[in-house]
């Protein structure tokens, strides 16, 4: 008879340090109020009702602070993190701002993997949740670089784009969608037309996605993607080149990755980063929202959606997210002499929107 084999993991099983960490991190979601889902004023004569998510007020000013927490969540659960552990991250946006402030939390090192042409204003966040930033001259190098650095410090790559619609709780435990639902439950129309989202991991429009499956809403899902991003061709004829990627942050990316799920995406909208930027602006000048360009670009998609269900005679509601505020932009995006640099002309672009505004008619 062959002895039992016994072997002991590389690693101590004693869990106390994780479960330490878990709970640091659940003590953090119950202290953090939901956040507001914000109902537009409507000029007279619409039957459609719009709505904001307003994720921005999230203690790090971001839709992202939902995604960083829950892949720490995920990495502890697996045993991939323990006491000590370097955490690396490519990302030079909201995802490193957020991931840092949870490893501050948790007592580890962290560092975001970036292409030098980072804004010092993006650094500057990162560095003041305790975070520390690594810069590669190629961008597409980040993916390599950021497994090199955990290998060789003995870390973890969280991998925010291959984990994010896996570590997310799609069937409920509070994630976005089980909230917009629960928000809306007193409204005219609960049960919104559409959900209108951009992809950046994916795992937001994935979460939403399978959730209203899984409830049997009636809703679809929207995604919209900016220029040279992947996601769009690819969900057009199934083929996925890489491209140049997106040039208004936070959404669209130079390839499919992983935690994008195409099939529970219902239609998908390209929206010119000319009218991103518009958009922006006008949720600035006219309702006084103070909101990041992917927000202008969801937000330029809904317009096209509400009007074509007031062609269509067609009440309802229509839901998206404000992801971030516009203060992260002030040498950017917000700055017209930086705008015409990049070459856009949103002239065009702000009268189709304050056309639909005021009328309900798409000109774009």
Avoid at 11 to 40: C, E, I, Y
């Amino acid at each position: 008879m062959e002895p039992l084999t016994d072997v002991s993991p590389p690693r101590p099983t004693d869990r106390t340090w994780t479960d330490g960490a878990v709970r640091r991190l659940t003590a953090d979601a119950n202290r953090s109020a939901d956040t507001h889902l914000v109902k537009l004023p409507m000029p007279a004569g619409w039957d459609v009702e719009l709505y904001l998510k307003d994720e921005s007020t999230h203690p790090t000013g971001s839709l992202k602070h939902r995604l960083a927490r829950s892949l720490f969540l995920h990495a502890l659960c697996n045993g991939s993190i323990h006491e000590g552990t370097t955490i690396i991250e490519a990302s030079s946006g909201s995802t490193a701002v957020s991931e840092a402030y949870f490893a501050r939390m948790l007592g580890l090192p962290f560092v975001a993997v970036m292409h030098r042409s980072t804004s010092p204003g993006k650094i500057a966040l990162i560095e003041r949740e305790g975070g520390t930033c690594h810069l590669v001259d190629d961008p597409a190098a980040v993916y390599d670089v950021s497994r090199d650095l955990a290998q060789r410090h003995n870390g973890y790559f969280m991998d925010q784009f291959t984990y994010a619609e896996r570590a997310t709780d799609w069937r409920g435990n509070n994630n976005i969608a089980e909230s917009i639902f629960e928000q809306l439950a007193l409204e005219d129309h609960p049960v919104p037309s559409w959900i209108v989202v951009g992809a950046g991991t994916g795992g937001t429009s994935a979460t939403i996605g399978r959730y209203l499956r899984l409830k049997g809403h009636a809703s679809r899902l929207c995604v919209v993607d900016p220029q040279g991003s992947s996601f769009l061709p690819a969900f057009a004829d199934g083929q996925s080149p890489p491209t140049r990627g997106s040039r208004i942050e936070g959404i669209g990316r130079p390839r499919v990755e992983p935690s994008f799920v195409a099939g529970v995406v219902d239609r998908m909208l390209g929206v010119p980063d000319a009218a991103s930027i518009a958009t922006m602006r006008f949720l600035g000048s006219e309702l006084a929202l103070g909101c990041g360009p992917s927000t202008g670009t969801s937000m330029y998609g809904v317009l096209r959606l509400a009007c074509e269900m007031r062609a269509r005679q067609q009440p309802g509601s229509i839901v998206t997210l404000l992801c971030d505020d516009s203060s992260r932009y002030a040498d950017t995006y917000n700055r017209a002499e930086w705008v015409e640099a990049q070459g856009w002309d949103v002239e065009p672009y702000a009268r189709v929107v304050e056309h639909a505004w005021r009328t309900g008619e798409w000109t774009g």
